[in-house]
């Protein structure tokens, strides 16, 4: 039998719920934060993604579906929803707008990542950037936006992390710094990391390997070598945050695993001192328009896993009540009750009454398969109600059975 692919996931009716009421809750914190939603392509010029992104990310390196089409085209399912918002924003011209132009989206993601639990090949994510302006105002902004977002969506005790990575302008410093450490350390050094060492030295921070994680902890941290203009901006993030009471943790070894990301880069992570991937992670992209061909715009924005949220909620026994669906089953008798009841159920779905027919069985069976679905009501058209011109309407609930002149369903469904 076939089965869905490695990394991805079938979203069971059972499940739509809960997807539901994520999405309400991003529409809803989005109109609250004055963000509109934008949508774009599923797939995108693989240089979209490359040029931004990092060619020395694991991204780049090893997750992206790439493809040539048939008119030779090279093209790539979307990894991630930053880059492409920000080709849409110098496509359309949204920069001759006010400033900053707030975006949101939620839709499907690709990455040829290694599945485990709440990490997939194919994934949803939800997300914001803010587009044209450098203030610690729209820092504070997204960061409140996704906080506020993850809140509503009942997720306790998560803990927001916080850096600044600072300007690339600034970094030299830094990176002679970070050398000076690895050098004599390199022979310890997973592979990849010997390679980042001279192509992307700031990854070096970000790999996943436990021989390389010990190492991390003593590096040399990017706050400490902040240019005077990004180190204002942090304090000011800073002083923002506190002054409207959100709590964070100064994290220095957090970079992100995007080479995009300058000064300020955040997590939302599920519990203080959990080893789990991040909810929600973010950060300014104050180059990122550049590299895609635009004039130099600041940027900042977040984005988050659906399917990790409905892990955690999950796992945090958070569970959304099944919503009354209000469907009826029309169950009918013989040939002349079923042409009566073709016609009674688009009747009544005209007006707004939801309602489908029972299978064409037996009527006991037709009950069974009402209340096997969880049908509200079971309408029924058996010989006696055909003979007398009525339908008998049980309430699968209570039991509760009552007859009325066929004429009269509609205002008796309406009750
Ligand atoms: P990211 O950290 O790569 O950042 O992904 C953001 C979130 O997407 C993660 O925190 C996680 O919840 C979810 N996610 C990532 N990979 C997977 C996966 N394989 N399976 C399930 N969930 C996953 C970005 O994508 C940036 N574009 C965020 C951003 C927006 N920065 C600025 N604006």
């Known amino acids: 039998m076939y089965q869905a692919p490695r990394g991805t996931t079938d979203i069971l009716p059972d499940d739509q719920a809960e997807w539901a009421e994520v999405r309400s809750v991003l529409d809803r914190t989005a109109a609250n934060h004055g963000y509109q939603r934008i949508d774009t392509p599923i797939f995108e010029n693989t240089d979209v993604f490359a040029r931004t992104v990092g060619d020395d990310t694991d991204i780049v390196e090893k997750e992206m579906y790439n493809f040539r089409d048939r008119g030779n085209q090279q093209l790539t399912l979307r990894p991630e929803g930053t880059a492409a918002v920000c080709r849409a924003y110098l496509e359309h011209g949204l920069q001759n707008t006010p400033q900053p132009v707030r975006l949101y989206y939620v839709g499907p993601m690709f990455r040829y990542d290694r599945p485990q639990a709440g990490r997939y090949r194919l994934f949803h994510q939800l997300g914001a950037e803010a587009i044209g302006d450098p203030s610690p105002t729209v820092d504070l902004e997204i960061i409140q936006f996704a906080r506020t977002m993850i809140d509503r969506l009942g997720l306790r005790e998560t803990v927001l992390t916080i850096n600044s990575i600072g300007d690339p302008a600034d970094r030299a410093s830094y ?29 070096l921070l970000d790999c996943k390997q436990v021989t390389c994680q010990t190492h991390q902890a003593n590096a040399p941290t990017t706050i400490n070598y902040l240019g005077t203009d990004a180190g204002s901006h942090w304090e000011e993030l800073l002083a923002h945050l506190d002054s409207v009471g959100i709590s964070y943790t100064i994290d220095p070894r957090l970079v992100r695993g995007l080479d995009y990301y300058t000064r300020t880069v955040f997590e939302l992570h599920p519990s203080i001192g959990s080893s789990q991937s991040a909810l929600c992670a973010g950060g300014r992209y104050d180059g990122l328009i550049a590299q895609l061909g635009g004039p130099p715009t600041a940027g900042i924005g977040f984005a988050a896993g659906i399917e990790r949220i409905i892990l955690n909620r999950r796992n945090q026994g958070s569970s959304v009540p099944k919503s009354d669906s209000g469907l009826s089953v029309l169950a009918y008798n013989g040939a002349e009750g079923k042409t009566r009841a073709i016609i009674l159920a688009s009747e009544l779905r005209a007006v707004g009454i939801p309602i489908i027919l029972a299978p064409e069985r037996s009527l006991r069976a037709q009950m069974r398969y009402g209340s096997g679905i969880g049908a509200q009501r079971v309408l029924i058209l058996g010989s006696n109600e055909l003979a007398q011109g009525t339908i008998s309407i049980r309430d699968m609930a209570t039991s509760q059975q009552i007859e009325v002149p066929l004429e009269h369903i509609r205002s008796a469904m309406q009750e």
């Open 175 to 203: 990176l002679d710094a970070l050398a000076t450490y690895y050098k004599p350390k390199l022979a310890e050094l997973c592979g990849d990391c010997n390679r980042r060492y001279t192509r992307n030295p700031l990854r």
